[in-house]
């Protein structure tokens, strides 16, 4: 057993060295939305059909390729749609005439149909809409990450441990409670290195930010995380109004207990628009409501006046739309 797990501890420093030889096979470092390569071009069910049926045969190389590949069409799929839809919900709208100014319910199906042909039109000039579309079971594959549970054990056939190590990490946070996936993941932790190579494929830039920001907290470095913070809000409101637009109907906003800002700084000019913004999610938040409470008891010993007791814009991607804060809990 040990001489195996040292056979296999040189094979992945083996792998390590010549990895940089093979990252353009990796899932998305050949990725563009602009420019997707051509002969990548189709349907994503036929793509991931085929990957499983290699797998299924065996054939670990021809899997990783094709599971690879439908994943960055997955992706083009989903960020063609957002692309289509974040331009269409930012299309003016055009002035009512004077006959449709005592009809509200015909201005709102006027606008719904020119989304609609907005939609169209957009869609007709991108590649992704070209193919034949994918099934809802296809999707919700994707959704739930199950690519990445037979790509782990292809890599893992096909050598490349590095790689097996990131996507079983990747289906993992999906699926916390799966147990040959934690089976596998505690043997590749017990190879030397592996922490390397533990990182989240399908992870958001705002992500790592808003993890280094919750370090800098924990550490009272309190200029980092503010920083950090600030940097991480506007990539979350990129990525989350995206995701809204793609969807039709209104969504819930229930928690934002995640972003967390600190007084420690004495900003309190900024601290008190954090908490008026944060109120307006969760209303009920006693903690938030007793530090309202403190900052308008002290407001002239801090200077503080009523512009500091309203909610503060954070101004997302597109321009002339500002979104209320995602808010930073005041501890």
Not at 157 to 176: D, E, G, S, Y
Not at 303 to 329: K, M, N, W, Y
Request: charged share 25%.
């Amino acid at each position: 057993m040990e001489s195996g797990r040292r056979a296999a501890a040189a094979l992945l420093a083996l792998l390590c060295a010549g990895c940089a030889l093979r990252s353009g096979r990796a899932q998305y470092e050949r990725y563009s939305f602009r420019s997707f390569p051509r002969d990548e071009l189709m349907p994503l069910e036929s793509a991931y059909r085929h990957a499983l049926d290699q797998y299924s045969g065996e054939h670990w190389a021809e899997s990783v390729g094709y599971l690879e590949i439908s994943l960055r069409l997955h992706r083009l799929l989903r960020d063609s749609e957002a692309f289509c839809h974040r331009n269409c919900s930012a299309a003016p709208q055009p002035e009512p005439t004077a006959g449709l100014a005592r009809y509200p319910e015909l201005r709102l199906f006027g606008g719904l149909l020119r989304r609609a042909h907005c939609l169209k039109r957009c869609k007709q000039g991108l590649p992704a809409f070209r193919q034949s579309q994918p099934s809802r079971e296809v999707l919700a594959d994707f959704q739930r990450r199950e690519p990445y549970k037979f790509l782990q054990f292809a890599y893992f056939k096909a050598n490349n441990l590095p790689k097996a190590i990131a996507a079983a990490h990747t289906f993992l946070l999906k699926h916390p409670d799966d147990e040959m996936m934690k089976r596998n993941m505690a043997y590749y932790k017990s190879l030397p290195d592996a922490e390397d190579y533990i990182k989240d494929l399908e992870s958001k830039s705002y992500e790592s930010l808003f993890i280094r920001a919750v370090r800098a907290y924990n550490g009272e470095n309190w200029r980092t995380c503010i920083t950090d913070m600030e940097l991480a809000l506007p990539d979350f409101f990129k990525a989350f109004y995206e995701c809204l637009a793609a969807c039709e109907g209104s969504r819930e906003i229930k928690d934002f207990k995640d972003f967390y800002l600190s007084i420690a700084v004495n900003d309190l000019k900024n601290a008190a628009p954090c908490a008026v913004s944060y109120l307006l999610f969760d209303h009920n938040d006693k903690v938030m409501q007793q530090n309202l409470v403190y900052y308008q008891y002290h407001r002239d010993k801090w200077g503080l006046s009523d512009e500091h007791f309203q909610p503060r814009p954070v101004r997302a991607s597109r321009p002339g739309i500002a979104f209320p804060a995602l808010l930073f809990t005041l501890l």
